[in-house]
C-alpha cells in the first residue's frame, strides 16, 4: 500500500516539497535551540511552559477527536461514516506523533524521556500519560492498517480487530483525561486547579477535531475528487455544534465561578487573560477574538439553514478550529503560570526559535497527514 503515496501529480509533488522544506527550517531551528539550550525561547524561571506545551495540548484533543466518527461507524454501524472514518483514524496518527514532537522540543535534553520508562513513577501523570499516548498511537496505527489492508483485498477485517476498535474508544477519552489531570493536579496552579478541566477539555476536543475533518473532506473533494458524502459531513457539523455549545457552556461556568467567589488567586488569573494585570496584556486581544469567534461559530453551526450551507460550514469549522486553538494553547497554558506563585506578572512571548520549531513540527504533520491520506484514497480508487 506505501507505493501509492509515491504516485501523483505535479501539484502533489510540489505540495509535499513546500511542506519538506519548511520541516527541514524546524529541524534547523531545533538544532540550534539544541546547541544553545532553552534560553532560547522565551520562557523563565516564572513561565516554564510555552508555545510548545500549547500545542501539544491542542494536538491531544485533535487526537482523541478521531474517536467521534470511529464510535458511530464501528459501534453503532452508521454507515455514513465509512469513507470519514479511516481519515479520522490517520488524522489521529499524525497529531499524536505531533503531540510527541512538541514534547521533545520542550524538553533541554529529550534523550531524557527515556528515564520515564527505565525509572517509572506510578504515581506520575506525567508517566501515565506518556503510556496513554503511545498505546493510542499504536492502537491506531494496528487499526487503521488492518482494515485498509483487508479493505483493498476485499474482505471484511480480521476478528481481533474489533476488540482493538472497542478499546480504542476509551482510550481516546483516556488521553485528554490524563492530560488534563496533568494540570489540575498541580494544587500550586490555581488557574488549572477545577474538577471540569477534563470534561472542557474534552468539549473543546470533540468540536476542534471534527472541524478539522470536515475542512479536509472539503478540501479532498476539491483537490482529490473524494467525496465522504454530505450526510457524513452535516452529521459531523451537528456533533460540532454541540461540542463547541457545551465548551462555551464549560467557559462560562468557569468564569462565573472566580468572579462569583472572589477568590484572588483564582480571579487573577481571568483579569490578567481578559483585562490584562499591571499594565500587561499580551494575551488580552487574542482572547476576546477567541471568543468572538466561539460566539460567531455558535450562530453559524446552531442554525441548521447556515450549517447546511457548506461554503459557511467550512468558514465555521475553520473559526471553531481558530478559537480553541486559542484558547486551549496559550490562553491555557500560559495563563496559569501569570500571574506567578509569588504574585509576579512575567509575561511570555514566543520567540523566532520556538515559532519556527513549531511551524516545522506543524509542516511535517501535514506532510504525513497527506502521504496517509494518499494512500487510503489510492486503496479506495483501486477497488472502483
Known amino acids: 500500500m506505501l507505493e501509492k503515496a509515491l504516485y501523483g501529480d505535479r501539484k502533489y509533488w510540489t505540495w509535499l516539497a513546500a511542506l519538506g522544506a519548511v520541516g527541514l527550517m524546524g529541524v534547523l531551528f531545533y538544532f540550534y535551540q539544541f546547541a544553545n539550550g532553552l534560553t532560547v525561547t522565551g520562557l523563565s524561571r516564572d513561565v516554564t511552559w510555552g508555545f510548545y506545551i500549547a500545542q501539544f495540548t491542542f494536538l491531544v484533543g485533535v487526537a482523541a477527536s478521531a474517536v467521534m466518527v470511529v464510535l458511530p461507524y464501528y459501534l453503532h454501524h452508521y454507515k455514513a461514516f465509512g469513507k470519514m472514518a479511516i481519515l479520522g483514524e490517520f488524522l489521529a496518527i499524525s497529531a499524536v506523533l505531533m503531540c510527541m514532537l512538541f514534547i521533545f522540543a520542550d524538553m533541554g535534553q529529550p534523550f531524557r524521556i527515556m528515564n520515564m520508562f527505565l525509572h517509572p ?38 476478528g481481533w480487530v474489533k476488540p482493538l476498535i472497542y478499546l480504542s474508544i476509551p482510550w481516546a477519552v483516556s488521553i485528554h483525561t490524563v492530560t488534563a489531570f496533568l494540570y489540575a493536579g498541580l494544587a500550586a496552579r490555581p488557574f488549572w486547579m477545577t474538577a471540569i478541566l477534563a470534561p472542557r477539555f474534552l468539549a473543546s476536543a470533540f468540536a476542534s477535531g471534527p472541524s478539522l475533518l470536515i475542512l479536509l473532506a472539503l478540501i479532498l473533494r476539491r483537490v482529490a475528487n473524494y467525496d465522504v458524502g454530505k450526510e457524513a459531513i452535516q452529521k459531523l457539523a451537528v456533533i460540532v455544534a454541540y461540542a463547541m455549545s457545551v465548551n462555551v457552556f464549560f467557559v462560562l461556568m468557569e468564569i462565573f465561578t472566580a468572579a462569583y467567589s472572589n477568590i484572588p488567586e483564582h480571579l487573577l488569573h481571568f483579569e490578567y487573560l481578559f483585562f490584562g494585570l499591571e499594565g500587561k496584556s499580551a494575551l488580552v486581544p487574542w482572547m476576546w477574538t477567541s471568543e468572538i469567534l466561539a460566539v460567531l461559530t455558535l450562530i453559524l453551526l446552531i442554525n441548521p439553514k447556515t450549517r447546511a450551507k457548506e461554503g459557511l460550514l467550512g468558514l465555521a469549522c475553520a473559526m471553531v478550529f481558530v478559537a480553541i486553538w486559542i484558547d486551549k494553547g496559550m490562553g491555557m497554558v500560559v495563563t496559569g503560570f501569570v500571574p506567578s506563585t509569588m504574585g509576579l506578572v512575567n509575561e511570555y ?8 520549531i513549531t511551524l516545522g513540527i506543524y509542516a511535517l504533520g501535514a506532510l504525513l497527514v497527506s502521504l496517509l491520506y494518499k494512500i487510503a484514497l489510492g486503496v479506495r480508487r483501486s477497488l472502483v
Open 121 to 158: 513513577t506510578l504515581h506520575s501523570m506525567m508517566f501515565w500519560d506518556t503510556i496513554a499516548l503511545s498505546g493510542y498511537l499504536v492502537l491506531n496505527v494496528v487499526i487503521s492498517r488492518a482494515t485498509l489492508s483487508a479493505e483493498r483485498k476485499g474482505l471484511p477485517p480480521a
Open 349 to 356: 512571548f514566543p520567540t523566532l526559535p520556538e515559532i519556527g
